[in-house]
C-alpha cells in the first residue's frame, strides 16, 4: 500500500510598501510586501492567507517583525 500526498503552498506577491526603517545588516531601506499564499493537498486549495513580509531593498534578505 502506498499513500503519496502532493502537498504545496504557493506564494503571490499582491502589493509591495515601502516601510519605514533600516535593514540591520546594509543600512538599505525596507520594504513591506502583502503575499497571498494557499496551501493545497492533492491540488485542492484549503485556505487563503494574506502575510505581511519585509524585506530589505538593497541586499534583498527577508526581515522578521517583532511585536
Known amino acids: 500500500m502506498c499513500l503519496v500526498l502532493v502537498c504545496d503552498e504557493p506564494e503571490r506577491v499582491v502589493a509591495t510598501y515601502q516601510a519605514p526603517g533600516r535593514c540591520p545588516y546594509c543600512g538599505g ?4 510586501a502583502d ?3 494557499a496551501p493545497r493537498l492533492c491540488y485542492v486549495p484549503l485556505c487563503f492567507r494574506i502575510r505581511r ?11 522578521v517583525s517583532v511585536a
Open 29 to 32: 531601506g525596507v520594504v513591506a
Open 35 to 37: 503575499v497571498e499564499s
Open 53 to 63: 513580509r519585509f524585506y530589505c531593498s538593497l541586499c534583498s534578505r527577508r526581515l
